[in-house]
T-cell receptor
Framework: GAVVSQHPSRVICKSGTSVKIECRSL??????MFWYRQFPKQSLMLMAT?????????EQGVEKDKFLINHASLTLSTLTVTSAHPEDSSFYIC?????????FGQGTRLTVV | AQSVTQLDSQVPVFEEAPVELRCNYS??????LFWYVQYPNQGLQLLLK??????LVKGINGFEAEFNKSQTSFHLRKPSVHISDTAEYFC?????????????FGTGTRLLVSP
């Protein structure tokens, strides 16, 4: 199957700093990628849709200035958590659809201390 | 708006016993349905999907699910579970009108298989 690679898998950062998470489609081109957030023992909540060459579409309640999304190429989308705070600690997962099936990255565990 | 309900947050079962994980969705419009499995600190892996056709869908690792339109359900079943099936299982749905890409997930069911 298709491969979506997410990096880093785990990151710890200090409060107030920014963290960038990368999501790559390794064997297909993805004009659209999706970013999810998962709180402990909860479901995945869609944060935003990343569109290659244009602005991301954010879900209601998601701060676009805090969660910056860039989709500069057909194989790479990045999520930058700006001025991170402990409440931003979570598991972030990206996905992409080569055809009719979503493939997910392995996720990034962000811990803000 | 579409919603997905997984009534069981946790399902304990003994190895080699059958299991059913329940999933109900809200919308009456045509939908695509999915089951995903998540192992600790990992992304999601597709178990199976229903797009159209036969309402009984077979997936990987011996799992199957049946789409029931009248009951708006898509329950996941396995006749004999293994210890390695211990994981979190998510049911997801997308509206055909908006395409299969925008998934709405249920809250997940933790399957605990013990010897």
């Amino acid at each position: 199957g298709a491969v979506v690679s997410q990096h880093p898998s785990r990151v710890i950062c200090k409060s107030g700093t920014s963290v960038k998470i990368e999501c790559r489609s390794l064997d297909f081109q993805a004009t659209t990628m999706f970013w999810y957030r998962q709180f402990p023992k909860q479901s995945l909540m869609l944060m935003a849709t990343s569109n290659e060459g244009s602005k991301a579409t954010y879900e209601q309640g998601v701060e676009k200035d805090k969660f910056l999304i860039n989709h500069a190429s057909l194989t790479l989308s990045t999520l930058t958590v700006t001025s991170a705070h402990p409440e931003d600690s979570s598991f972030y997962i990206c996905s992409a659809f080569p055809q009719t099936e979503a493939f997910f990255g392995q996720g990034t565990r962000l811990t803000v201390v | 708006a579409q919603s997905v309900t997984q009534l069981d947050s946790q399902v304990p079962v003994f190895e080699e016993a059958p299991v059913e994980l329940r999933c109900n969705y809200s919308s009456s419009v045509s939908v695509y349905l999915f089951w995903y499995v998540q192992y600790p600190n990992q992304g999601l892996q597709l178990l199976l999907k229903y797009l159209s056709g036969s309402t009984l869908v077979k997936g990987i690792n011996g799992f199957e699910a049946e789409f029931n339109k009248s009951q708006t359900s898509f329950h996941l079943r396995k006749p004999s579970v293994h210890i390695s099936d211990t994981a979190e299982y998510f049911c997801a749905v997308s509206d055909r009108g908006t395409g299969f890409q925008k998934l709405v997930f249920g809250t997940g069911t933790r399957l605990l298989v013990s010897p």
